[in-house]
């Protein structure tokens, strides 16, 4: 079964840290940039960070640069966001994301679908 499968999410109090996993299973992660997102409750899904396939380009919004860290272990399958310095303002469900081959056509073109993490609630206290 194609999927994304997270852990590591829960409540902390403001300055702590926690670190969420993100593990494919039914197909090789590692042809594939990652996408990390999250949701505030009353709000739109906001987009927090991304890695390259190879883990060599790496992206942050502004709200988390600098205290946040995502990798990648292609050889677990699996890609992480290190969260440092959580803030009240973090809470929110946060998502992983691959878009993924879902066909190959005859002329070598690709059709890609978005695979997505079952959400991690994300709650940190003051």
């Known amino acids: 079964q194609v999927q994304l499968v997270e852990s590591g999410g829960g409540l902390v109090q403001s300055g702590e840290s926690l670190r969420l996993s993100c593990a494919a299973s039914?197909?090789?992660?590692?042809?594939?940039?990652v996408g990390w997102f999250r949701q505030a409750p009353g709000k739109e899904r906001e987009g927090v960070s991304c890695i390259s396939s190879r883990g060599d380009n790496t992206y942050y919004s502004d709200s988390v640069k600098g205290r946040f860290t995502v990798s990648r272990d292609n050889a677990k399958n699996t890609a992480y966001l290190q969260m440092n310095g959580l803030k009240v303002e973090d809470t929110a469900v946060y998502y992983c994301?691959?878009?993924?081959?879902?066909?190959?056509?005859?002329?070598?073109?690709?059709?890609?679908?978005?695979?997505w993490g079952q959400g991690l609630q994300v709650t940190v206290s003051s």
């Open positions: 039914g197909f090789t992660l590692a042809y594939y940039g």
């Open positions: 994301e691959a878009d993924i081959v879902s066909r190959e056509y005859d002329d070598g073109t690709y059709s890609y679908r978005e695979i």
